[in-house]
């Protein structure tokens, strides 16, 4: 069965360094998503993208975080200057052109020291 | 008043067990419900999807939706011990739209 796949599984990194995760979504889906999980909290949603461009954000997703889908397999997510607060476990997900929902991959656990 | 509230848990029942899991939500303009499965260290995975209200069966699960008042459960009949995990449901005011999750409940069934 196709799935999302997502790189580094865990990423590591200094405190205001940039960070890239990186997503390979299922082949034929258009839509795609990035959400967060703080350790013991819920799931948050931070952006979707389409033909893109970001067609929704929410309030975390501030101009620290960017999107990208450099080529026709990939779609990125930047923080450009990590804090304390960034570390968190990070989904993407994407869905096709129909009525169907969001599949997730298994996410990049992010720790900033 | 949150979201979408669900119980955390933990619930422990035994092998063989039905199981009941539910979500209440405050936004009436959600239409869109999913029910995700979520193993340690995994991404969500998911289980069940409707739209707008009434009932849907897949195998041993069953989501229920009540949008008058504002309730989604999910049945699992014959528990099993791979049914162990944390239960999510989330939902939608539009399709594709950004997902609303709950705190998830965890679940775990014993042999």
């Known amino acids: 069965e196709p799935e999302v796949t997502q790189t580094p599984s865990h990423q590591v990194t200094q405190m205001g360094q940039e960070v890239i995760l990186r997503c390979v979504p299922i082949?034929?889906?258009?839509?795609f998503y990035w959400y967060r999980q703080i350790l013991g909290q819920k799931v948050e949603f931070l952006v979707s993208?389409?033909?893109?461009?970001?067609?929704?954000k929410s309030e975390i997703f501030d101009d620290q975080f960017s999107v990208e889908r450099p080529d026709g397999s990939n779609f990125t997510l930047k923080i450009r200057s990590t804090k304390l607060e960034d570390s968190a476990m990070y989904f993407c997900?994407?869905?096709?052109?129909?009525?169907?929902?969001?599949?997730f991959g298994d996410g990049t656990r992010l720790s900033i020291l | 008043q949150k979201e979408v509230e669900q119980d955390p848990g933990p619930l422990s029942v035994p092998e063989g067990a039905i199981v009941s899991l539910n979500c209440t939500y405050s936004n009436s303009a959600f239409q869109y419900f999913m029910w995700y499965r979520q193993y340690s260290r995994k991404g969500p995975e998911l289980l069940m999807y409707?739209?707008?209200?009434g009932n849907k069966e897949d195998g041993r699960f069953t989501a229920q939706v009540d949008k008058s008042s504002k309730y989604i459960s999910l049945f699992i009949r014959d528990s099993q011990p791979s049914d162990s995990a944390t239960y999510l449901c989330?939902?939608?005011?539009?399709?594709?739209?950004?997902?609303?999750f709950g705190q998830g409940t965890e679940l775990s069934v014993k042999p």
């Open positions: 989330a939902m939608s005011a539009v399709q594709g739209g950004k997902l609303i």
């Open positions: 082949s034929n889906h258009l839509y």
């Open positions: 993208f389409y033909n893109n461009e970001i067609s929704e």
């Open positions: 409707t739209y707008s209200s």
């Open positions: 997900a994407s869905r096709d052109d129909g009525r169907q929902p969001q599949h």
